[in-house]
């Protein structure tokens, strides 16, 4: 009598291929989790600096950070990033006076514990509260 070899896989063999193709898919879903928080970090940034500059345009038509050319308090053009879709960071003008001002940028979700809170102030100075630090946290 002739015998048959069986045909087919294992269980082992179907539970260590899923074990493995679970392994490879949550490397990948947290790789590019921390691609969408460094965008929007980015995103956050940008507007911080386009905000700066604006009020670098206010202070050059009133003469001071802290009012509008025509004496009234200075207020933001807009106040999250980014200013289409689904906010991510509050953008903030915290500390004004007549030669100085300090923007900050919050995430809504708090999901930046590196970061944290990113700031910028009317001399350049680039700051971040988390754990990592500015130079960590701003791009070049």
């Not at 921390?34 to 500059?53: F, V």
């Not at 004496?71 to 991510?88: C, E, I, K, W, Y």
């Not at 940028?105 to 350049?124: F, I, K, S």
């Amino acid at each position: 009598m002739k015998k048959t070899r069986p045909c087919g896989f294992t269980l082992i063999e179907l539970m260590l291929v899923l074990v493995i193709i679970g392994i490879l898919s949550t490397l990948a879903v947290s790789a590019w989790r921390g691609q969408i928080d460094r965008a929007r970090r980015l995103d956050a940034e940008a507007s911080l600096i386009e905000l700066a500059g604006w009020l670098e345009h206010n202070a050059a038509a009133s003469g001071r950070y802290d009012l509008d050319p025509t004496g009234a308090p200075t207020a933001l053009p807009f106040t999250v990033s980014p200013r289409t879709g689904t906010p991510q960071y509050d953008l903030a003008l915290t500390a004004v006076g007549p030669a100085t001002f300090t923007l900050t940028a919050t995430p809504r979700d708090g999901r930046d514990p590196e970061c944290a809170v990113l700031g910028l102030d009317a001399t350049g100075s680039k700051t971040a509260t988390g754990s990592s630090g500015a130079a960590a946290c701003w791009s070049p």
